[in-house]
């Protein structure tokens, strides 16, 4: 799938539901969901712990001491949110070989979370991120639909990448796509899961 250039998110909202068609996902099937980016209210205002501890949360990308740090950043939203679309493509033949509705049900509610937590990710890209999120945003899925030892392989890239950044960064608690409450970029603190 070759991306088109992103500028709002609505643009990458008409990519996301083109790429659904594309890997023949039936978005009929969660028809009743729908997709959202939602914030909590911060606990804290300010960094607890580390090298930075007691400063304001950094609020923008730009605020963010140096660029190490904000590449890094960047890189690990972008392979949260690769791995999730990801999970959809791998999964998507499963939708109609279910040995049962309740079976299928529940695949249905795990690749819409799934979605959910890459449709999150790619709004912190698009609204945090500039021109590099944007063009990140855009390319989630340029690659096309992928089977399961590419899958893996994202994982792993992810993974690797996760655990270097939490200790550099501090995203501590960090579970991608959840909140992430000690981490000291405001957005992403900010977070929740739908
Ligand atoms: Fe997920």
């Known amino acids: 799938?070759?991306?088109?250039?992103?500028?709002?998110?609505?643009?990458?909202?008409?990519l996301f539901y083109k790429w659904q068609k594309d890997i023949g996902f039936d978005a009929s099937h969660i028809k009743d969901?729908?997709?959202?980016?939602?914030?909590?209210?911060?606990?804290?205002?300010?960094?607890?712990?580390?090298?930075?501890?007691?400063r304001n949360k950094w609020t923008k990308?730009?605020?963010?001491?140096?660029?190490?740090?904000r590449d890094a950043l960047l890189h690990l939203i972008v392979y949260q949110g690769d791995t999730e679309f990801a999970s959809t493509e791998q999964q998507r033949h499963l939708v109609n070989a279910a040995p049962t509705e309740y079976d299928r049900q529940c695949l249905l509610r795990v690749m819409r979370e799934e979605q959910c937590h890459g449709w999150q990710?790619?709004?912190l890209l698009v609204t945090y991120f500039g021109d590099s999120?944007?063009?990140?945003?855009?390319?989630?899925?340029?690659?096309?639909?992928?089977?399961?030892?590419?899958?893996?392989a994202r994982s792993t890239r992810r993974s690797s990448i996760s655990s270097n950044f939490s200790s550099t960064l501090v995203l501590s608690t960090g579970t991608g796509s959840g909140s992430w409450p000690f981490c000291a970029i405001a957005p992403l603190r900010r977070w929740r899961a739908a």
Not at 36 to 47: F, M, Q, R, T
């Open 133 to 152: 999120g944007k063009l990140e945003a855009a390319n989630c899925w340029s690659a096309g639909p992928i089977e399961g030892r590419a899958c893996s």
């Open 61 to 69: 990308v730009l605020e963010i001491p140096n660029q190490e740090m």
């Open 33 to 54: 969901y729908e997709f959202d980016a939602l914030y909590a209210d911060p606990p804290h205002s300010e960094i607890t712990f580390g090298e930075f501890k007691g």
């Open 1 to 14: 799938m070759s991306a088109r250039p992103v500028s709002t998110f609505d643009d990458w909202m008409d």
């Open 121 to 123: 990710m790619c709004h």
